[in-house]
């Protein structure tokens, strides 16, 4: 336990729900809490509640005698990390909201604002399944699918806050339609959701990814098919990104990587077969599971100290 025991507010804001917690320096989680984002309500209410949650945190914290040093806060989106400001996001309808120095000032500490894909890389690498590797790319596969390229403990932001998103390499060019408007996206072929709606496409029956993945080991012909196509395009995805980035470890996270072998065994072959000269990265599964967002919210207000104290 650190002298005063300290810990630091984490907030992980998603389309629905936001995942809180107070964690120590050592990463260590002391408290949780979960609401509602209620993103209907626009997003100033969403902004409103999402400090209001901060301050709470913080004065439970304070109740059960521990200190308050920090706050961080992960949004999903684009988002500005350098400036602190959630610059556009789709599912929490965020416009250029400045929400680190809206923390910073409710709360009077220190503020960090990261983007929640990033922030989960960023838990991974440090505390999770990349801990013993120093370069790691984190994939988040779910509705859709994004990245983030972790070196030496910190993600790579990108210029303008857009780093790591994967899904949208060109893999299918002239397949299926993707959400942010072109065809043949990487996750418009090997998203969780992708990999439902073009069974139930084949098929005319509603069904998950989990499910495909199972038909297909039971040896289903359409579901070998759809999950056969989604793991080559998939492939494809982290052999560019093996291409770009040379990492140790890929960490694989989401609702897909939860088919385990059924998932790693093919995409294990299906990327050795891409690799030429590139050295094949070691392919493992997550390991925080869906805290990793908080934690790395966590992470980031921790860092957020350290400069702060340099
Ligand atoms: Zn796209």
Redesign the pocket.
């Known amino acids: 336990m650190s002298e005063r025991d300290e810990v630091v507010v984490a907030l992980d804001v998603g389309g629905t729900g936001m995942k809180c917690a107070l964690v120590r320096p050592d990463g260590s989680t002391v408290h949780t809490e979960r609401h509602a984002t209620g993103a209907q309500r626009g997003p100033e209410a969403v902004a409103g509640t999402i400090l209001d949650v901060a301050v709470g945190l913080a004065g439970k914290a304070r109740a059960d005698g521990r200190t308050p040093v920090a706050c961080g806060i992960v949004v999903p989106g684009v988002v500005d990390e350098a400036r602190g400001v959630a610059v556009w996001s789709a599912n929490v309808g965020f416009r250029d909201v400045p929400l680190r120095e809206l923390a910073g000032t409710r709360l009077g500490l220190p503020a960090a604002l990261g983007h929640d894909v990033r922030a989960g890389g960023l838990a991974e690498a440090r505390l999770g399944a990349g801990r013993e590797a120093d370069q790691v790319l984190f994939v988040a596969i779910g509705t859709g699918i994004a990245a983030a390229h972790v070196v030496g403990g910190s993600a790579a932001t990108g210029a303008h806050g857009a780093a790591g998103e994967i ?2 390499i060109l893999v299918r060019p002239g397949g299926p339609r ?5 065809t043949g ?1 990487l ?2 072929v090997s998203s969780a959701s992708a990999i439902g709606r073009r069974y139930a496409e084949l098929s005319g029956a509603p069904t998950t990814a989990a499910e495909v993945a199972d038909r297909a080991a039971a040896g289903d012909p359409l579901a070998v098919e759809v999950w056969r196509e989604a793991v080559e395009a998939l492939a494809d995805g982290l052999a560019t990104g093996q291409a770009l980035y040379d990492v140790s470890t890929v960490v694989l996270g989401g609702g897909l990587a939860q088919a385990g072998p059924r998932l790693f065994g093919p995409l294990r072959t299906a990327l050795r077969e891409r690799l030429t000269f590139h050295r094949e990265p070691r392919l493992v599964a997550a390991d925080l599971g869906d805290e990793a967002g908080c934690l790395g919210a966590a992470l980031l207000a921790l860092d957020t100290l350290a400069k702060e104290s340099r």
């Open positions: 899904g949208h993707c959400g942010c408007g072109r996206c996750e418009a």
